[in-house]
């Protein structure tokens, strides 16, 4: 049976942190360059009390950001896969309600976002780009090591101080 090497584990654990952080990196920049259509994609999924949505347009892109610096320098990896990974069953979630109940809004995950016309809904794609990003988040998950990361870096100094004097 073939077993991949830590080394080609790790690179591979490199391209999948990278590959999230330009996610949630791209997203976030896109709804903080246009927070009144971050506003408008939020409140058409018709979910939260309208003094919710406000703050929440306005959390989200800071989230999506502070998301993608922590991946994209591989500083608490782990956590912040689990929360990538948190984030999109509520963005799943969403557009799947979003579908049931019929309403014909764009998602607003990378700009845009609000009602669009009958027919222009892509609920099935929406729904299957964020469960791969969920595949990517679950593999931080379980394997966080990766190349060219803070936390590797703290490892080793913590191994190091460890050494008896």
Do not use: N
Not at 13 to 18: F, K, N, S
Not at 79 to 96: D, E, N, Q, R, T
Request: hydrophobic share 55%; glycine share 10%; charged share 15%.
């Amino acid at each position: 049976m073939f077993r991949p090497s830590q080394p080609v584990l790790d690179v591979v654990g490199t391209v999948v942190r990278l590959g999230l952080a330009a996610v949630w990196l791209t997203s976030g920049s896109i709804k903080l360059a246009d927070p009144g259509q971050t506003y408008l994609a939020v409140k058409a999924y018709q979910l939260l009390p309208d003094a919710v949505v406000h703050p929440v347009a306005t959390a989200l892109p800071l989230l999506e950001l502070a998301l993608g610096v922590l991946l994209l320098f591989g500083l608490l990896t782990r956590v912040a896969a689990v929360v990538s990974a948190v984030v999109l069953v509520l963005f799943i979630a969403g557009v799947a309600q979003s579908w049931a109940r019929g309403l014909t809004i764009d998602c607003g995950c990378f700009g845009g976002g609000g009602q669009v016309a009958a027919g222009q809904t892509q609920y099935p794609q929406e729904i299957a780009r964020d469960v791969g990003f969920m595949v990517l988040a679950g593999w931080l998950i379980v394997r966080s090591r990766t190349r060219l990361a803070v936390d590797g870096w703290l490892r080793s100094e913590q191994q190091v101080s460890d050494l008896p004097v």
